[in-house]
């Protein structure tokens, strides 16, 4: 599979955005999906305990801020299967409304995401991911530029 187009471009500040209203989305929803019986309890906390931790690396990086120490502990594999079920959701949305564009842009947003989030390793992932994603953005972008004005 190809790397995703949105990680050839340098770095999506609105990847924070993205990420801190899919955390407040869980903060709001998930406490009805628990009294419903749909989630549990402690499914929910963990999802919102993610998604947070997600958009605290995203905010830090586009803001150059310190990160929450408590959401630093978020384990990668976390942050993997949390994107990836984020992609399943909206590609659901998406067979019910084929073509709709936000729905096509969202999950190639989030497939970008958890492609950042895969290419730093396990061990202090937030940490890293925070301190490294905006440098190798910019890295990443200036090679596909210079391969495009070599072409």
Same mark, same amino acid.
């Given at each position: 599979?190809?790397?995703? !187009? ?83 959701? !909206? ?13 096509? !842009?969202?999950?190639?947003? *989030? +497939? ?13 992932? !937030? *940490? ?5 994603? +905006? ?17």
């Amino acid at each position: 599979m190809t790397d995703p !187009a949105l990680t050839l471009d340098g770095f999506h500040p609105e990847f924070a955005d993205l990420a801190e209203r899919m955390a407040n989305d869980r903060m709001r929803g998930y406490p009805k999906l628990v009294a419903t019986g749909q989630i549990t309890a402690s499914a929910a906390k963990h999802g919102i305990f993610v998604m947070s931790a997600i958009a605290e690396i995203w905010r830090c990086a586009t803001d150059i801020l310190p990160p929450n120490k408590a959401l630093m502990a978020v384990h990668r594999d976390y942050c993997l299967e949390e994107l990836a079920a984020a992609i399943g959701g !909206a590609k659901q949305r998406l067979h019910r409304r084929p073509g709709d564009p936000a729905l096509t !842009a969202l999950i190639e947003q *989030l +497939r970008a995401m958890r492609w950042w989030h895969d290419q730093y390793p396990a061990s202090a992932h !937030a *940490l890293n991911m925070t301190c490294m994603l +905006r440098h190798d953005a910019i890295e990443r972008a200036a090679q596909a530029e210079r391969e495009r004005n070599a072409a």
